[in-house]
């Protein structure tokens, strides 16, 4: 496992967080959106990992129910792909039954480069080589991949996610 469990003003990943294009306020001690979440950190404090579940009645877009990978930023370390698949492990691992939905993550074109495969861009690959599919189009134009709970790595803690507190 290359991730640890952290929090959502943790200081040493802001400035990971500062650095994704989808940042809503840079600097804010906060960087996850309100609600339910999981933070992991890089092990070598080189990536930064999101899980969201907002609760459905508050999400406008058409996967209301599923986790949301709201940030993945990766500056170095292990490949993407593999960083992906064991933060969904993790996201198992603290809720263990997966939404019908499974997980979404959504790419703005305007801002993440493509990669040429056999001459056409495409978004996306490094989610797709960890098992997500296209699954369409918000109406703001971001792209959405989706891994449905079938195709989910089994759970599996972040590092210190395993801690047990003993009473003397």
Known sequence: MNWRLSHRADKTM?????R???RQKIGAPQFVPPGRCLVLAGACFDALWVTSWPFA???KHAWAGAWVCSCFRRESGP???LLIREAVAATRWKWPDAPP???VTFIDPKHVKPIKRRGVNVW????V???FKPDGETKGGLLAFRLEPEDMPEAVAPIGGGRQLFLV
């Open 14 to 18: 802001l400035p990971l967080a500062d």
């Open 20 to 22: 994704h294009y989808n």
């Open 57 to 59: 009645e508050w999400v």
């Open 79 to 81: 490949a993407a792909s």
């Open 101 to 103: 939905l499974g997980m």
């Open 124 to 127: 996306g690959y490094t989610y």
């Open 129 to 131: 080589l960890a098992g």
